[in-house]
T-cell receptor, first 110, second 114 residues
Framework: LAKTTQPISMDSYEGQEVNITCSHN???????ITWYQQFPSQGPRFIIQ???TKVTNEVASLFIPADRKSSTLSLPRVSLSDTAVYYC???????????FGDGTTLTVKP | EAGVVQSPRYKIIEKKQPVAFWCNPI?????LYWYRQNLGQGPELLIR????????DSQLPKDRFSAERLKGVDSTLKIQPAELGDSAVYLC????????????FGPGTRLTVL
């Protein structure tokens, strides 16, 4: 199983950049890395996905080093509404066994 | 495009009673997942379907849990009888089945067993 490891919690202030790192040492060649955001009483929501190097969309960037054993989610200029739990998931290329960790609880303070 | 639909959103039952959850995946998604999420933890996969076939149900407590996905679209997850420890959020997700096979989640059903 491609189990991931993330920090349990992080604190930040509005306007700061937040970087959350995830380790996934057992990632396989065809696996993708996906980050999800979850608010209370909602299901996880897709944020960003990547295979290698750097991916950027309108809400985040994802940095993946050459060995792909870790990845970093970067949230630029966070706001209070970014307070949530963030999960890193290694998505098996053919819907195999993907395992969620316990996520990182990000708290953004005013 | 409509997302994953789940019902009910909330359910309160007494222990030993049966309960069922329903999920309608995103149109065209062949793969459907049921997860259980306990408070403060990440989602735990219970069962995964590819079309009508359950391809991974290793984490499903088969003595009391059952699931079906007739016609490869909607799915129902049932618990009979429910126990106090079954209180959790039950999440349904779907994916296209094609790489990278991103999962899209519904809002979940919060089950409280009294």
């Amino acid at each position: 199983l491609a189990k991931t490891t993330q920090p349990i919690s992080m604190d930040s202030y509005e306007g700061q950049e937040v970087n959350i790192t995830c380790s996934h040492n057992n990632i396989a060649t065809n696996d993708y890395i996906t980050w999800y955001q979850q608010f209370p009483s909602q299901g996880p929501r897709f944020i960003i996905q990547g295979y290698k190097t750097k991916v950027t969309n309108e809400v985040a960037s994802l940095f993946i080093p050459a060995d792909r054993k870790s990845s970093t989610l970067s949230l630029p200029r966070v706001s209070l509404s970014d307070t949530a739990v963030y999960y890193c998931l290694v998505e098996k290329a053919n819907a195999g066994k993907s395992t969620f960790g316990d996520g990182t609880t990000l708290t953004v303070k005013p | 495009e409509a997302g994953v639909v789940q019902s009910p959103r909330y359910k309160i039952i007494e222990k030993k009673q049966p309960v069922a959850f329903w999920c309608n995946p995103i149109s065209g998604h062949n793969t459907l997942y049921w997860y259980r999420q306990n408070l403060g933890q990440g989602p735990e996969l219970l069962i995964r379907y590819e079309n009508e076939e359950a391809v991974d149900d290793s984490q499903l407590p088969k003595d009391r849990f059952s699931a079906e996905r007739l016609k490869g679209v909607d799915s129902t997850l049932k618990i009979q009888p429910a126990e106090l420890g079954d209180s959790a959020v039950y999440l349904c997700a779907s994916s296209s089945g094609q790489p990278p096979d991103t999962q899209y989640f519904g809002p979940g059903t919060r089950l409280t067993v009294l």
